[in-house]
């Protein structure tokens, strides 16, 4: 047996890679695929599904109610993605070009939130926003600044905060790789050149880090696009985005084939997404 498997390497790779294959079949690739084939069934009368084909679902699920939900919600994560790119680059920046001591601290005290569970975190931004107990309306107020609470709760504002809070060390992370590996001998030659630091930043900073954006842009857009816990707690019920839907549909409604429906569709654009990614990846390298 040894000498069979030292005489042809592909099995040894074979053997290597079946049982992450497996796992990856059993716990992604199938439930992938029964979320995909409830969209095509019906629901049953009491819930659960009826074996019948039906595009009902899908057609269903591009009303224009649920197709204003897909808008809204790629919008609120397009600006979340578009904010945390804002806050992140210049962020990575400074970290990179830190001496090694204090790269790390830097990075570590990124990380720290990550120790913390999410949904504690989020609970913690309700004891801070919240329009007549939070914290803020309550100090602003306490010293005469406002009079009236200002409505930092229950609105899109309050979701893309709390989504901007839980994502931005995923945009950070990928801009520092990319920062960390840029040529110092390139930006020297730009500032040789008396090239602007403006320019230097357009024609050499940003095309040879353009790679990182892109991995962090997708990073947080897909979680931002698919988030429930964020909408529900911080949206106050009133804000809903597609994965607020999505839950309701599977647990309230017990819709489970329409539910489907919905995942399926969410997941294509994700899949668009990050296809997009690896084609500008692509194109850069």
Known sequence: MIETLRRRPGLQAALL?????????????????????????????????????????????????????????????????????????????LIATQSDRRRNFLLLALMIPFWSNFLVRTYAWLTLLRTNTGLINVTLMGLGLI??????????????????????PDMVLPLYAALSRLDPSLLEAASDLYAPGRRVFTRVVWPLTLP?????????????????????????????????????????????????????????????????????VRRRG
């Open 17 to 93: 890679i079946f049982p992450a294959a497996s796992f990856l079949v059993v716990f992604f690739l199938m439930p992938l695929f029964i979320v995909v084939a409830y969209s095509f069934l019906e629901r049953g009368k009491y819930g659960g599904v009826v074996w019948s084909f039906t595009l009902e679902n899908l057609q269903r699920a591009v009303d224009p109610l649920y197709f204003n939900t897909f808008l809204r919600s790629a919008r609120i994560a397009g600006l979340t993605t578009v904010i945390c790119l804002l806050i992140g680059y210049p962020l990575a920046y």
């Open 147 to 168: 009079r009236e609470p200002l409505p930092l709760f229950g609105n899109d504002f309050a979701i893309i905060l709390g989504l901007v809070y839980g994502w931005l």
């Open 212 to 280: 990182g954006v892109a991995a962090g842009s997708i990073l947080v857009f897909i979680p931002s696009l698919g988030a429930f816990i964020t909408p529900a707690l911080l949206g106050g019920g009133k804000s809903l985005m597609i994965g607020n839907v999505i839950n309701n549909q599977f647990l309230a409604a017990h819709d489970w084939p329409f539910g489907s429906a919905l995942s399926t569709i969410m997941i294509g654009l994700m899949l668009l997404a990050t296809l997009a990614y690896f084609r500008l």
